[in-house]
């Protein structure tokens, strides 16, 4: 990657960093699931996590139609801690902590777009994200998908990297997916690429594509454990909403997303 590409993709980034920050208001929308990871993170500051997990599953298990899970996971919680133990319930101020993570995004998705395609390509895709308008407005919301988007790409580098590459290359990849996995549920997911690049990689020596993975998931293994010792549990009640879905939902969601290239022009 030459010094050229480098610097392009950061003018990019920080043009779209720069567009973001001024598209932030002081408010927030009284919907979804802010008001969640708020009151996580102040259980996080105050050490009554237990205390916010049994009141919050009352409230879940005793609703017509449950507004949430029980928790949501504590990755993005424990990034808005320190803003709100510094800022307080300063809107824009948390929201700062999402845009920072949508430059490392940006950043993430250059290097993986470069992995398949010559730097001029990878650079208009890479504007593409940068300047999208649901994306950039996306940083106008104070919840997890930037981070979880930030982190899911960053794996995805990592995961595409590990053929030929060292153990420690093996962690980091496991210790992004964690973080990924930390910010949203769904996370967990991206160890299904991690299995699939290394099994194919040393095809038909599918066996040894196998032990190549358990650097990574260990790693994963390893972090899981620690943050369930730390933080209570009541994310995996997110799973129960996976009950909700319908070919109703699936129709409405992909009809919903074909709208996205249209909104950019």
Do not use: C
């Not at 982190?151 to 030929?164: A, E, K, Q, R």
Request: hydrophobic share 55%.
């Amino acid at each position: 990657m030459s010094k050229r590409w480098l610097s392009f993709v950061g003018l990019i980034t920080l043009v779209s960093v720069t567009l973001g920050y001024f598209t932030l208001t002081r408010g927030q929308p009284w919907w979804d699931d802010f008001a969640g990871y708020l009151l996580q993170a102040k259980s996080i500051l105050s050490w009554s996590m237990a205390d916010y997990l049994r009141h919050n599953t009352f409230t879940i298990q005793n609703s017509s139609y449950p507004p949430g899970p029980e928790a949501y996971p504590w990755g993005f919680p424990l990034l808005l801690a320190p803003v709100y133990a510094i800022f307080g319930l300063n809107p824009l101020a948390l929201k700062l902590a999402g845009l920072a993570f949508y430059a490392v995004f940006l950043v993430s998705s250059a290097f993986l777009a470069r992995t398949r395609l010559a730097e001029e390509d990878a650079l208009l895709l890479t504007g593409v994200l940068a300047f999208a308008p649901m994306l950039v407005a996306a940083n106008d919301q104070i919840l997890s998908d930037i981070p979880f988007l930030a982190f899911s790409t960053i794996s995805l580098v990592l995961i595409d990297s590990l053929p030929g590459k060292k153990a420690l290359a093996g962690i980091a990849a496991g210790a992004a997916i964690f973080m990924a996995f930390f910010m949203r549920t769904n996370g967990i997911l991206l160890l299904a690429p991690l299995m699939i690049q290394l099994v194919l990689a040393a095809w038909p020596n599918w066996w040894s594509g196998v032990k190549k993975a358990v650097p990574a998931l260990l790693a994963f293994s390893v972090l899981t454990v620690l943050q369930g010792v730390v933080f209570p549990g009541g994310q995996s009640s997110y799973l129960n909403h996976f009950s909700l879905f319908s070919p109703q939902r699936l129709l409405d969601n992909f009809l919903y997303y074909l709208w996205p290239p249209a909104w950019t022009f």
